[in-house]
């Protein structure tokens, strides 16, 4: 929707003042002129050249129209006989800006990811074929009507954002432009609106019309794209076609009929190529075609279609071969570069599954494809260009890093790059050959056209790049050159052929020359000729050879004259050939001028030659030479790359390749000489280090057959090439080749626990290979056909192999010396395709899959004992081939869900129960019609169920298996032959596909894998509405009992029973640490102590903290701060920038708003952080989790919030970060186990340095004042690192220092760097030593606290000091330089403390200011305080709960009616300094406001009178949380007694109630009364049984009641607010009058249990046989639940259920439900959207929500959870369940659509979740931490 200023439409010309040119810009033959029709002024736009003329909105590019309207309305008319165009640059929600542009200067649509082209033809009365493109004679004023926001989706499927720019070029005449939201049709009137469901166009907008004369008769309205090319979910528009039309070309997937006005048919509409409409989602797809376009002429048509436009016969008129596109057609994610690999949409649901794209590629493994000549530098010397196949890859040489030009569909056989690195060209070898120009920055094809030659050997640029020239053949295989005009493509213009030539002569190499873009040359067989492009033809004539004219040439080169001249006179030409001759030709005089001949020497009896010569004899064959102005390489078919001088006098280097040299190219600096072999090799010699470095390596023949590794990271590949080869997956390099002359290796596995990996060969043959000694360990040649594929199973027991003759094989590989257990014979289909996936083991190991005995049956096998459990016949009649549907590939999903999946030969997937064998539901594999399906060799599902990956062709697809009415794949292109195998990577975040070469994805989507699974067995599937779990028997022994029972040791028997145990998870927890040992360090210096986390070691997958906007929920504030960390707060006063963690989450929080972002992605708990000195990264380190073997470090960037890199540097906590000051380097230091400390180089964040220390270090520091310097303290000794650079290598020099003696025999824990050379340490026993750094000695020391030293930071003349105890001191140290002088007699009575504070915990943080006047220190705490020096004063700026955070409770609502409470007192005096007076409640830091949190802030006294209250706030614990019924404030209550009210939307505390030694338990906030909000009250019950009532309009104590003997654990008031519940330990609930005081009954049916949850709600049900106003229950740790129908007015209380739910009898069934040594807590809650209904959680058999009907007494629902509750909340406003998990997850269920997700953000377990009473905000607490969550309107 447009702003409210755009609306309901805009004038751009009138708004942006074009008149006055100061907003908009004109360039050319502009001119203001009055049109005759519409009798006014309009702007005229004309000249020749379209792109020099026009008028452009805004004025600069920098700047942006900011126009939201969806429909852009274009008034104008084309000039005669001339061209037009008509840009708009259009940017996205996601802000990627793509330009749209219109011309009937387009011959036909194009598409790229950011440029659309429209050809856009005005046709005349009479059909002319040959005027289309140019404007006819009698052309009208037009109205195009834009829908901006359907052409990105249609086209690009993306989001419109705005309108940002737009251009009009000549020649036109335009009126005006107009933007809106609505819809308008400008040829009805108002008379016609009112009878009309329509907008008419405003007066403004309209075109004049004379009365009696039609609108359509002197106008023609044009509606882009029409309404049949919608989305399905808008209305098809019924509408007519105009007198006149427009030709509009759109993009491949739909036909775009144009919409006219209400006038009858009177013409036709005749497409050119038909497409697949986007909203036949419902209806037979129709096959796509290339470029449409559409016309339409004035031929009556009867062929009508009331339901909306019709399709008639479509003829091709205009083809192009291939295309370049994003199809999103029906909901379909194509990514695609040819027509005939495009699918259509399969019919369904036309919305596609998110991330779209849901893969990236990352990296390629492969080199070469169609030839290995084509290797490239960049003009720049930093990367190499080289074709891989069918992609084109660009490789960084210094860091490894690859980008893709991705597009073509058959192997890349020629490539071009001029010398400004702006334009790349390439051809793909398929004829006709489909010839690319790329922007080589951007990685965009700027154009896309097929070439005049049938087939494209060489291209070549000019320096230029106006210029490219191509070599080939034609259809009839004559040698074929072409010249093309390229100026003008980077401008929005097209390819030009210049010229073109045959030949008969043959052309190995052509060049353009580089000092003239008019001149070229050639070489082949016995020809060497010059070219000359002049009056638009292409002329040759040859260089006389002499006797050289036989010689077979390979090819040329320039070489430029010793002075530089650019002259043609002075380059001479050197051209090489087969015989091993080097010719020397002068260009001007067209002659050989030299002729040398490189040729062997031996040595008599010499194995090897030695230097080469020039003379005569049998010469070396030399496949390509390269020259640069100092020297000249040469690559020969020995193998070997030479590098000569000019004069070929000797050899200056030379290396020795494994193949022969297929081409050489040195790079424009001279210094590097990049070869290629076509042994698949790519690398370069460095001529100055004289060393090789190799760049890429490559099968020389498709890839069969793939396997990963996890532990080392490597994967396997085996070939045609008779090679297996190992990589290194971070690296994509080689590490391993093993060769085979004898026999073809044909599969491949890993063992999964070993370091070895399992071949299977053509002989029959399996062999175990050691990667460590790189030998064959094994041998068994138990088959007697090839090895068709081999499989493990996951615990490496088993090792399985099938062959061609059908026999199977079953290994034993418990040791290295591994042995056949059992061969059987005619098990496998023996004519089956070899397949990588013809043989599959379930994931828990216990099953075996394959295809066989036959090829149309599936068998499964027990994997131990080989007994066959299951046979399916999946044969069924392909009609399209009259032949039985055939098993080509068989897959196990996850062993959660059972499903065995099978690839079929008619290109379907059948997803089989691998139990049972029924069919659970199959789906087609896309494919187009009338294009026989090719066979799927690979499939494979993710771990968490949501992707199948399938192999079809030579495309990739992608499914969303979770939705199982998917819309259709994702389809991916790259390879240019059949793949053969695709498998996701252990962690599942990456993808590998190989065929021609190997591809390696990311994938940009978070695993699920703890989630239940969407797939899950309908048996075990619920969902709201389903029917009865049991038959009618067995639910009569479910009914609950008449009679309250009496609590016993052995558990009732189960409610209900669903019909197997849901498999989403186990629940099973990691107890392995709970028992284990802890170093202990001293507490001064203990960096990182992570809490006590109950996950278990999977707790952490499947779940991810939700994005900013879309999803449930969405993450709205963090409160707390971890004291767990150090230095894990950051604050730059200059910039404003302020960060701290809390748990796993990074918060960056604007101080002056309160606003905070939310940085995510750490599995475990910050331990620490570093701010960069410029302030634009920010680096977070987190320690260990029980999901990964390393922590993480995460590179920020600081304006953006985006992590730019991730490194794995330790596998234990990282202690410190610290940048060094050029912030060149990053330390990073490990802790007390690792002791490690590295280097990393912040350009790429490799690492530079990494080094084992002796003892543990608690601290690292750069030298602020010399970037070389590191210095360590740790145990006894300081260490001293010199950092030097040699070259890209850095070496460390280490000098040790011990600390002396009259320093103590502490440990010394923190550091900072003085006034140079001065080192200021802190010890573990409260000393503070100095250190002079140049002298490597300490000369003064002073005793500054009595706990440890825990942070230190120097400023100025300043130094503050934090400590153990709490104290934080400012130091005046200004004197110590001058003590240096005195060495060890130095006194420290020079140095004093200037100022004291005590704070709330020890001080593990701080920033302050240059002047360190103020700043932010962090404590153990979890508090965050603001700290000035100069008034003295300390204000609470975060504060966390050091401990666990109990439980919140939600205020109710009754109906819509909300209560607001009277003003409240202002706020109590925050925490205050010593030794300033108090600080008021008004007074805030000079930078920020101050905010409270949950946490309450006491008044702080002096620190000698204060120590006794320190230890109580250490110990304080929120216990609860309630909600006012207006949600405008919230109550806490709290270990140490207190009850605080709190401004729900500051978090500034208003009121507190204190009780002295008691700690408050429960709370519950009372509900609105008859409207009398002065009523408001709150119950709070203690530790000690008592039960007080606080006023909150008075601020006072109203009454304290005892009607407990124990501790209250419950309590809750009743609907109307005159009656409290409470609930105690002993599982007493006492019914009390909170006027009165008095308790009139008491309810002891719990008795023996706590009570757990006391919940009360209206009594709406009417069916259940009991009178009352209330209804309410009473859950106990017994996993019992009470409910009662309560009248308390009339005293009455009636029993209407009693539900006992069971638990595992025994001690060992019960304790794996424990969690943190408890059982999950009993919970339950009536229904708030269904008053019949109760949801109950507890500890039991099965994970699970149960939802009882009151009324109908029975279970009616059970909702499957992963793991065991252990907070709930129902949220009041929307059917939404929230639950929290011990394993640091919530999940939100949605009752309504039975749908699930889950969130992530706590580092442990989540114990409570609550609702607020709008249900707009949903709290999160886990230990210390609160989340507060945003609930989007659903």
Not at 48 to 61: G, H, T
Not at 1352 to 1357: T, V
């Given at each position: 929707?447009?702003?409210?200023?755009?609306?309901?439409?805009?004038?751009?010309?009138?708004?942006?003042?074009?008149?006055?040119?100061?907003?908009?810009?004109?360039?050319?033959?502009?001119?203001?002129?009055?049109?005759?029709?519409?009798?006014?002024?309009?702007?005229?736009?004309?000249?020749?050249?379209?792109?020099?003329?026009?008028?452009?909105?805004?004025?600069?590019?920098?700047?942006?129209?900011?126009?939201?309207?969806?429909?852009?309305?274009?008034?104008?008319?084309?000039?005669?006989?001339?061209?037009?165009?008509?840009?708009?640059?259009?940017?996205?929600?996601?802000?990627?800006?793509?330009?749209?542009?219109?011309?009937?200067?387009?011959?036909?649509?194009?598409?790229?990811?950011?440029?659309?082209?429209?050809?856009?033809?005005?046709?005349?009365?009479?059909?002319?074929?040959?005027?289309?493109?140019?404007?006819?004679?009698?052309?009208?004023?037009?109205?195009?009507?834009?829908?901006?926001?359907?052409?990105?989706?249609?086209?690009?499927?993306?989001?419109?954002?705005?309108?940002?720019?737009?251009?009009?070029?000549?020649?036109?005449?335009?009126?005006?432009?107009?933007?809106?939201?609505?819809?308008?049709?400008?040829?009805?009137?108002?008379?016609?609106?009112?009878?009309?469901?329509?907008?008419?166009?405003?007066?403004?907008?309209?075109?004049?019309?004379?009365?009696?004369?039609?609108?359509?008769?002197?106008?023609?309205?044009?509606?882009?794209?029409?309404?049949?090319?919608?989305?399905?979910?808008?209305?098809?528009?019924?509408?007519?076609?105009?007198?006149?039309?427009?030709?509009?070309?759109?993009?491949?997937?739909?036909?775009?009929?144009?919409?006219?006005?209400?006038?009858?048919?009177?013409?036709?509409?005749?497409?050119?190529?038909?497409?697949?409409?986007?909203?036949?989602?419902?209806?037979?797809?129709?096959?796509?075609?290339?470029?449409?376009?559409?016309?339409?002429?004035?031929?009556?048509?009867?062929?009508?279609?009331?339901?909306?436009?019709?399709?008639?016969?479509?003829?091709?008129?205009?083809?192009?071969?291939?295309?370049?596109?994003?199809?999103?057609?029906?909901?379909?994610?194509?990514?695609?570069?040819?027509?005939?690999?495009?699918?259509?949409?399969?019919?369904?649901?036309?919305?596609?599954?998110?991330?779209?794209?849901?893969?990236?590629?990352?990296?390629?493994?492969?080199?070469?494809?169609?030839?290995?000549?084509?290797?490239?530098?960049?003009?720049?010397?930093?990367?190499?260009?080289?074709?891989?196949?069918?992609?084109?890859?660009?490789?960084?040489?210094?860091?490894?890093?690859?980008?893709?030009?991705?597009?073509?569909?058959?192997?890349?056989?020629?490539?071009?790059?001029?010398?400004?690195?702006?334009?790349?060209?390439?051809?793909?070898?398929?004829?006709?050959?489909?010839?690319?120009?790329?922007?080589?920055?951007?990685?965009?094809?700027?154009?896309?056209?097929?070439?005049?030659?049938?087939?494209?050997?060489?291209?070549?640029?000019?320096?230029?790049?106006?210029?490219?020239?191509?070599?080939?053949?034609?259809?009839?295989?004559?040698?074929?050159?072409?010249?093309?005009?390229?100026?003008?493509?980077?401008?929005?213009?097209?390819?030009?052929?210049?010229?073109?030539?045959?030949?008969?002569?043959?052309?190995?190499?052509?060049?353009?020359?580089?000092?003239?873009?008019?001149?070229?040359?050639?070489?082949?067989?016995?020809?060497?000729?010059?070219?000359?492009?002049?009056?638009?033809?292409?002329?040759?004539?040859?260089?006389?050879?002499?006797?050289?004219?036989?010689?077979?040439?390979?090819?040329?080169?320039?070489?430029?004259?010793?002075?530089?001249?650019?002259?043609?006179?002075?380059?001479?030409?050197?051209?090489?050939?087969?015989?091993?001759?080097?010719?020397?030709?002068?260009?001007?005089?067209?002659?050989?001028?030299?002729?040398?001949?490189?040729?062997?020497?031996?040595?008599?009896?010499?194995?090897?030659?030695?230097?080469?010569?020039?003379?005569?004899?049998?010469?070396?064959?030399?496949?390509?030479?390269?020259?640069?102005?100092?020297?000249?390489?040469?690559?020969?078919?020995?193998?070997?790359?030479?590098?000569?001088?000019?004069?070929?006098?000797?050899?200056?280097?030379?290396?020795?390749?494994?193949?022969?040299?297929?081409?050489?190219?040195?790079?424009?600096?001279?210094?590097?000489?990049?070869?290629?072999?076509?042994?698949?090799?790519?690398?370069?010699?460095?001529?100055?280090?004289?060393?090789?470095?190799?760049?890429?390596?490559?099968?020389?023949?498709?890839?069969?057959?793939?396997?990963?590794?996890?532990?080392?990271?490597?994967?396997?590949?085996?070939?045609?090439?008779?090679?297996?080869?190992?990589?290194?997956?971070?690296?994509?390099?080689?590490?391993?080749?093993?060769?085979?002359?004898?026999?073809?290796?044909?599969?491949?596995?890993?063992?999964?626990?070993?370091?070895?990996?399992?071949?299977?060969?053509?002989?029959?043959?399996?062999?175990?290979?050691?990667?460590?000694?790189?030998?064959?360990?094994?041998?068994?040649?138990?088959?007697?056909?090839?090895?068709?594929?081999?499989?493990?199973?996951?615990?490496?027991?088993?090792?399985?192999?099938?062959?061609?003759?059908?026999?199977?094989?079953?290994?034993?590989?418990?040791?290295?010396?591994?042995?056949?257990?059992?061969?059987?014979?005619?098990?496998?289909?023996?004519?089956?395709?070899?397949s990588p996936s013809a043989l599959a083991v379930s994931r828990d190991g216990r099953l075996l899959a394959f295809v066989g005995p036959s090829r149309c049956t599936v068998t499964v096998m027990g994997s131990a004992s080989l007994d066959e459990l299951l046979r399916v016949d999946i044969g069924t009649l392909d009609l399209a081939s009259s032949r039985l549907d055939s098993a080509m590939a068989v897959c196990f999903g996850p062993a959660a869900l059972g499903h065995l999946l099978v690839s079929t030969s008619s290109n379907r997937v059948v997803v089989l129960d691998a139990v049972s064998g029924r069919i659970i539901w199959e789906s087609t594999v896309f494919q187009l019609p009338g294009v026989h399906p090719e066979p799927c060799p690979s499939l494979t599902l993710s771990e968490d169920a949501r992707f199948l990956l399938i192999a079809a062709g030579r495309t990739i697809k992608v499914w969303d298996y979770a939705t199982q009415a998917s819309p259709g794949p994702q389809v991916y292109i790259g390879h240019s032959e059949p793949v053969q195998a695709v498998a996701f990577s252990p962690d599942q975040q990456q993808v590998l596909s190989a065929g021609d070469a190997v591809f390696l994805w990311d994938v940009l989507a978070a695993t699920e894998s703890d989630q239940s699974f969407p797939g899950a067995p309908p048996a075990c599937k619920t969902g709201l509405g389903a029917g009865p779990l049991e038959d009618a028997a067995s639910r009569a022994s479910e009914l609950p009992r008449q009679q309250v029972p009496k609590p016993s040791q052995a558990s009732p028997p189960r409610l209900g029973v669903c019909a197997r145990p849901p498999e989403g998870g186990d629940g099973a927890r990691d107890t392995r640490n709970s028992g284990a040992p802890r170093t202990t360090y001293l507490a001064s210096c203990k960096a990182f102590t992570p809490a006590r986390v109950s996950c278990s070691p999977h707790s952490a997958k499947g779940t991810c903290l939700p994005p900013a906007s879309g999803g449930w929920l969405r993450l709205k504030a963090v409160v707390g701060y971890s004291g767990n960390g150090r230095a894990n707060m950051v604050w730059r006063p200059d910039t404003g920038f302020f960060a701290y963690t809390c748990g796993r989450l990074v918060v960056v929080e604007d101080l002056h708003s309160g606003a905070q972002q939310h940085w995510s992605g750490h599995s475990a708990e910050i331990s620490t952080l570093a701010l960069s000195h410029s302030a634009q990264v920010l680096a977070s380190a987190s320690g260990r989790s029980s999901t990964t073997a390393h922590c993480q470090i995460r590179v920020w960037d600081v304006s953006g919030g985006l992590c730019q890199h991730l490194i794995f540097p330790h596998s234990t906590t990282v202690l410190a970060l610290a940048f060094s000051p050029d912030d060149r380097l990053l330390v990073t230091l490990g802790d007390h186990d690792g002791r490690t400390l590295a280097l990393w180089g912040t350009a790429t964040y490799d690492l530079v340095s990494s080094t084992r220390l002796p003892e543990p270090v608690h601290g690292v520091a750069f030298n602020p004042w010399d970037a070389g310097e590191l210095t360590c303290v740790g145990q006894g000794t300081v260490t001293f690192w010199l950092l030097q650079l040699r070259g890209a290598d850095i070496s460390l020099q280490v000098r040790r220092e011990p600390v002396p003696e009259a320093v103590g025999a502490g440990e010394l824990t923190s550091l900072c760097y003085g006034a140079p050379p001065l080192l200021y340490c802190g010890t573990s026993s409260g000393q503070v030593c100095v250190w002079d750094t140049r002298a490597g000695r300490c000369f003064l020391s002073w005793e500054a606290?009595?706990?440890?030293?825990?942070?230190?930071?120097?400023?100025?003349?300043?130094?503050?000091?934090?400590?153990?105890?709490?104290?934080?001191?400012?130091?005046?140290?200004?004197?110590?330089?001058?003590?240096?002088?005195?060495?060890?007699?130095?006194?420290?009575?020079?140095?004093?403390?200037?100022?004291?504070?005590?704070?709330?915990?020890?001080?593990?943080?701080?920033?302050?200011?240059?002047?360190?006047?103020?700043?932010?220190?962090?404590?153990?705490?979890?508090?965050?305080?603001?700290?000035?020096?100069?008034?003295?004063?300390?204000?609470?700026?975060?504060?966390?709960?050091?401990?666990?955070?109990?439980?919140?409770?939600?205020?109710?609502?009754?109906?819509?009616?909300?209560?607001?409470?009277?003003?409240?007192?202002?706020?109590?005096?925050?925490?205050?300094?010593?030794?300033?007076?108090?600080?008021?409640?008004?007074?805030?830091?000079?930078?920020?406001?101050?905010?409270?949190?949950?946490?309450?802030?006491?008044?702080?006294?002096?620190?000698?009178?204060?120590?006794?209250?320190?230890?109580?706030?250490?110990?304080?614990?929120?216990?609860?949380?309630?909600?006012?019924?207006?949600?405008?404030?919230?109550?806490?209550?709290?270990?140490?007694?207190?009850?605080?009210?709190?401004?729900?939307?500051?978090?500034?505390?208003?009121?507190?109630?204190?009780?002295?030694?008691?700690?408050?338990?429960?709370?519950a906030w009372s509900p609105p009364c008859c409207g009398r909000p002065e009523q408001q009250r709150l119950a709070a019950g203690y530790g000690d049984g008592s039960l007080r009532i606080f006023s909150i309009s008075r601020t006072a104590m109203e009454l304290k009641m005892h009607p407990h003997p124990v501790a209250l654990t419950s309590v809750a008031f009743s609907t109307d607010g005159q009656t409290v519940l409470s609930g105690d330990k002993d599982g007493l609930v006492a019914v009390s009058h909170p006027r009165t005081g008095t308790t009139f009954r008491v309810l002891s049916d719990h008795q023996g249990a706590p009570i757990s949850t006391i919940c009360v709600t209206c009594k709406e049900c009417e069916d259940l046989g009991v009178e009352g106003t209330d209804l309410w229950l009473a859950a106990s740790g017994d996993q019992r639940v009470s409910v009662w129908a309560s009248d308390w007015l009339r005293n009455r209380c009636e029993l209407v259920d009693w539900l006992s739910f069971p638990m595992p009898a025994t001690t060992e069934h019960a304790a794996p439900l424990q969690t943190q040594g408890h059982l999950p807590p009993s919970l339950a809650a009536f229904c708030p959207w269904d008053g019949a209904l109760l949801m109950y959680v507890g500890p039991g058999v099965y994970k699970e929500v149960i939802i009882y009907n009151l009324c109908q007494k029975q279970v009616v629902e059970k909702i499957p959870l992963p793991f065991f509750a252990m907070s709930l909340s129902l949220s009041p406003g929307t059917h939404l369940l929230a639950v929290g998990f011990a394993e640091c997850m919530l999940r939100l269920v949605d009752c309504a659509m039975g749908t699930a997700q889950d969130f992530a953000g706590h580092d442990n377990a989540v114990h409570l979740c609550r609702f607020t009473p709008s249900a707009r905000l949903l709290f999160t607490a886990a230990r210390n931490e609160i989340l507060v969550w945003e609930v989007p309107g659903r």
């Open positions: 929707m447009a702003r409210a200023w755009q609306h309901p439409f805009l004038n751009v010309f009138r708004h942006f003042r074009v008149d006055e040119w100061k907003r908009s810009a004109k360039q050319g033959d502009v001119a203001v002129v009055t049109d005759k029709t519409l009798k006014g002024a309009v702007y005229r736009i004309r000249g020749s050249v379209s792109a020099a003329n026009y008028i452009q909105l805004p004025k600069s590019s920098t700047q942006s129209l900011g126009l939201t309207g969806r429909y852009l309305y274009v008034l104008f008319r084309p000039l005669p006989s001339k061209h037009f165009v008509i840009h708009l640059d259009v940017s996205s929600k996601d802000n990627q800006v793509i330009r749209v542009s219109f011309s009937n200067l387009f011959k036909e649509f194009k598409s790229t990811a950011t440029w659309l082209q429209f050809p856009l033809v005005l046709e005349a009365r009479t059909p002319q074929r040959d005027l289309v493109g140019l404007a006819p004679s009698g052309a009208r004023w037009t109205c195009l009507q834009l829908d901006l926001q359907d052409v990105l989706l249609v086209y690009l499927n993306r989001c419109y954002g705005h309108l940002k720019s737009i251009r009009l070029c000549a020649s036109l005449l335009v009126r005006n432009l107009y933007t809106s939201d609505l819809c308008f049709e400008p040829a009805i009137s108002g008379a016609q609106w009112a009878k009309l469901p329509v907008t008419p166009m405003p007066r403004e907008m309209a075109f004049p019309v004379p009365k009696g004369e039609s609108w359509h008769d002197r106008y023609i309205h044009v509606r882009f794209p029409s309404e049949s090319l919608k989305v399905p979910s808008k209305p098809i528009e019924k509408s007519c076609s105009p007198p006149e039309a427009v030709l509009l070309g759109p993009g491949p997937q739909p036909l775009p009929c144009l919409v006219a006005s209400s006038k009858p048919v009177r013409f036709s509409v005749s497409p050119v190529v038909q497409t697949p409409s986007p909203t036949a989602c419902g209806r037979a797809p129709v096959a796509p075609r290339p470029f449409p376009e559409v016309s339409l002429s004035q031929e009556r048509s009867d062929a009508s279609n009331a339901d909306g436009p019709g399709f008639h016969s479509l003829e091709p008129w205009a083809q192009v071969e291939a295309s370049d596109v994003h199809t999103a057609a029906a909901g379909t994610h194509v990514l695609t570069h040819e027509s005939a690999e495009v699918p259509v949409a399969r019919t369904g649901s036309c919305e596609g599954f998110l991330p779209d794209p849901v893969l990236r590629l990352k990296g390629v493994i492969g080199f070469g494809g169609h030839g290995t000549r084509q290797a490239l530098w960049t003009p720049d010397g930093a990367a190499v260009v080289y074709p891989c196949h069918a992609v084109i890859v660009v490789l960084l040489v210094d860091t490894g890093e690859q980008r893709f030009f991705l597009g073509h569909t058959d192997k890349v056989s020629a490539l071009a790059l001029d010398g400004s690195s702006s334009l790349l060209a390439s051809a793909q070898a398929r004829a006709p050959s489909v010839m690319r120009l790329w922007d080589f920055q951007t990685g965009r094809c700027l154009c896309l056209f097929r070439s005049p030659m049938h087939v494209v050997c060489s291209l070549s640029f000019s320096d230029s790049g106006a210029l490219l020239c191509g070599v080939g053949k034609d259809h009839h295989g004559r040698t074929m050159v072409v010249a093309w005009g390229t100026g003008q493509v980077g401008l929005g213009g097209e390819v030009v052929v210049l010229a073109k030539a045959h030949t008969d002569f043959d052309v190995q190499a052509f060049r353009v020359t580089f000092f003239d873009e008019t001149r070229m040359a050639s070489c082949g067989q016995g020809s060497v000729r010059l070219w000359r492009l002049r009056g638009g033809a292409l002329r040759s004539c040859p260089v006389d050879l002499g006797e050289h004219h036989a010689l077979q040439f390979t090819d040329l080169a320039f070489k430029q004259a010793r002075d530089g001249c650019p002259e043609p006179s002075a380059a001479m030409l050197l051209v090489c050939s087969r015989s091993g001759h080097i010719l020397e030709i002068d260009c001007q005089r067209m002659v050989v001028r030299h002729a040398r001949r490189l040729l062997p020497t031996r040595t008599p009896g010499g194995p090897h030659p030695q230097k080469q010569t020039f003379s005569s004899g049998p010469g070396i064959a030399i496949s390509s030479l390269s020259v640069s102005p100092a020297m000249c390489a040469v690559g020969s078919e020995d193998g070997f790359l030479r590098l000569w001088p000019l004069d070929f006098s000797s050899v200056l280097l030379e290396a020795e390749h494994e193949g022969p040299v297929s081409s050489v190219c040195v790079s424009p600096d001279g210094l590097r000489v990049l070869s290629a072999t076509s042994s698949g090799h790519l690398g370069f010699l460095d001529t100055l280090s004289r060393v090789y470095h190799m760049l890429a390596r490559s099968h020389t023949a498709p890839v069969l057959a793939l396997a990963m590794e996890q532990r080392r990271g490597q994967l396997a590949t085996v070939s045609q090439d008779r090679t297996v080869r190992i990589w290194d997956l971070a690296t994509l390099q080689q590490l391993y080749d093993f060769t085979s002359s004898e026999e073809a290796p044909c599969a491949v596995t890993f063992h999964p626990t070993r370091p070895t990996f399992f071949c299977g060969f053509s002989s029959g043959a399996v062999r175990s290979f050691s990667l460590e000694a790189a030998e064959v360990l094994v041998e068994h040649t138990c088959h007697r056909g090839a090895v068709t594929s081999l499989t493990a199973t996951p615990d490496g027991r088993l090792l399985f192999s099938s062959c061609s003759q059908g026999s199977l094989a079953q290994y034993s590989c418990a040791d290295p010396q591994w042995h056949v257990l059992r061969v059987a014979a005619d098990m496998v289909c023996p004519d089956a395709p070899a606290d009595d706990g440890g030293i825990g942070l230190l930071l120097f400023s100025g003349s300043r130094l503050v000091s934090g400590s153990s105890t709490g104290r934080l001191c400012l130091w005046a140290v200004g004197a110590v330089s001058e003590l240096r002088c005195k060495g060890s007699g130095a006194r420290s009575s020079s140095v004093f403390m200037e100022h004291e504070l005590v704070l709330d915990g020890a001080v593990v943080s701080a920033s302050f200011d240059d002047s360190v006047d103020m700043g932010v220190v962090g404590t153990t705490a979890g508090t965050l305080w603001f700290v000035s020096w100069a008034e003295g004063t300390s204000t609470r700026l975060i504060s966390g709960h050091r401990s666990k955070v109990r439980d919140f409770q939600p205020g109710r609502r009754r109906g819509s009616r909300t209560w607001c409470p009277p003003c409240l007192p202002a706020p109590s005096p925050p925490a205050q300094m010593i030794p300033s007076p108090a600080v008021t409640g008004s007074q805030r830091p000079p930078w920020g406001s101050q905010r409270g949190s949950l946490g309450c802030a006491r008044p702080s006294k002096p620190s000698r009178l204060c120590l006794h209250q320190r230890a109580a706030w250490q110990a304080l614990q929120v216990n609860e949380v309630v909600f006012s019924p207006g949600e405008s404030h919230c109550a806490t209550c709290s270990e140490d007694g207190s009850v605080r009210v709190w401004a729900l939307a500051s978090m500034e505390l208003v009121i507190q109630f204190q009780v002295l030694n008691q700690s408050c338990l429960c709370l």
